[in-house]
């Protein structure tokens, strides 16, 4: 038997999220606005990975334990930032050497003068969740 809830929040301040468990299987019923895109175990301490969301192009990054998420197109010339190096909080980009903090997605290191977009990210249980941006 398959059952479909579906519950709307009206507090903005509230995110929503429901935990069921059926037949040993947990199904998540997240905030709208919050998307899974990887588990914890899949990006390691120092390492980033590149993912997609909305038609959006996002580097995952963890530090220490800590996931961020800024665009992986650099706003220099178009370099792949998940490709790159990672300092502490920065992801250097491969084709130009333009440096951007994880943590806000600004510009630590030219050529690159325009930041990189940030975006929310949390995590439930294994889950890494990023928010989409509003189109």
């Known amino acids: 038997m398959i059952v479909s809830l579906t519950k709307t929040y009206e507090n903005p301040q ?4 429901i935990d ?8 998540f019923l997240l905030n709208k606005d919050f998307v899974k895109v990887a588990d914890t175990k899949d990006i390691q301490p120092s390492q980033m990975k590149a993912i997609e969301v909305a038609d959006e192009n996002i580097c995952i ?3 220490n334990g800590n996931y961020y998420a800024i665009g992986n197109i650099c706003t220099h010339e178009g370099g792949p930032l998940a490709d790159g190096t990672l300092e502490g909080y920065e992801v250097e980009c491969p084709w130009h050497g333009s440096k951007f ?3 806000t ?3 630590t290191n030219p050529p690159a003068d325009m930041p990189e977009p940030s975006y929310e ?3 439930d249980g294994n889950n ?3 928010k989409k941006r509003k189109q």
């Open 14 to 17: 509230k995110e929503m999220h």
């Open 20 to 27: 069921f468990r059926c037949q040993n299987q947990v199904v």
């Open 61 to 63: 990054v963890n530090v």
């Open 101 to 103: 903090d994880v943590r």
């Open 105 to 107: 997605g600004k510009v």
């Open 121 to 123: 990210v949390n995590i």
């Open 128 to 130: 890494i969740l990023v």
